[in-house]
């Protein structure tokens, strides 16, 4: 079957750095997209890697290990508007989007 | 720019009533998908359209039809809702199947079955 895992929630402090992990097993790899999801409101657009490595942009970077099934999300100078949930997706082998349930982030003062 | 406008935004149903849900896009996208979200799941993919007047199932099509009948609107049919159909559903679009064009999303409508 396919999979996607990330942690549930995570908790960190105004100013400074969290890493949201995602790993994945799916028949087929297109691509990995990571979201973020406001309460109540839709998913927008993050990032995408589709090659090994990082991908930096602005406060936002995305790792990617086709390898090792494993992605993760950097965000730095967290900010409150922050709070909000993370979504990785998968392009399988169909191009079809294989979602992850989300992180929950919160940000503390 | 509207971006994909979905109606209506909140919904109650009676077990058995049946709806419409009705998804816009003014980006001239050829795909088009319907999802529902669930509390501790992933996006789950009901069906979706690559282009005018064609449909396709997804990870979940049971109980739910779909029609492409222009290529800006998807709608999305409830024949005989169900308690298990409460959920939020999501219409969202994107240029082509490209694995590198993203997804854009509605704002979402919030569906209860009584």
């Known amino acids: 079957g396919q999979n996607i895992d990330q942690p549930t929630e995570m908790t960190a402090t105004e100013g400074a750095i969290v890493q949201i992990n995602c790993t994945y097993q799916?028949?087929?790899?297109?691509?990995l997209f990571w979201y973020q999801q406001h309460a109540g409101e839709a998913p927008t657009f993050l990032s995408y890697?589709?090659l090994d490595g990082l991908e930096e942009k602005g406060r936002f970077s995305s790792f990617l290990s086709r390898s090792k099934g494993y992605s993760y999300l950097l965000l730095k100078e967290l900010q409150m508007k922050d709070s909000a949930s993370y979504l990785c997706?998968?392009?399988?082998?169909?191009?079809?989007?294989?979602w992850g349930a989300g992180t929950k982030l919160i940000i503390k003062p | 720019n509207a971006g994909v406008t979905q109606t209506p935004k909140f919904r109650v149903l009676k077990t058995g009533q049946s709806m419409t849900l009705l998804c816009a896009q003014d980006?001239?996208?050829?795909?088009m998908y319907w999802y529902r979200q669930d509390p501790g799941m992933g996006l789950r993919l009901i069906h979706y359209?690559?282009?005018?007047?064609?449909?396709a199932k997804g990870e979940v099509p049971d109980g739910y039809n779909v029609s492409r009948l222009k290529k800006q609107n998807f709608l999305l049919g409830l024949e005989s809702a169900a308690p298990s159909q409460t959920s939020v559903y999501f219409c969202?679009?994107?240029?082509?199947?490209?694995?590198?064009?993203?997804?854009?999303f509605g704002d979402g409508t919030r569906l209860s079955i009584l």
């Open positions: 969202a679009s994107s240029l082509d199947s490209g694995a590198s064009q993203p997804q854009h």
């Open positions: 980006m001239n996208h050829e795909y």
């Open positions: 359209s690559v282009g005018e007047g064609t449909t």
């Open positions: 799916t028949s087929g790899f297109n691509g």
């Open positions: 890697n589709v």
């Open positions: 997706a998968v392009s399988d082998s169909n191009y079809q989007l294989i």
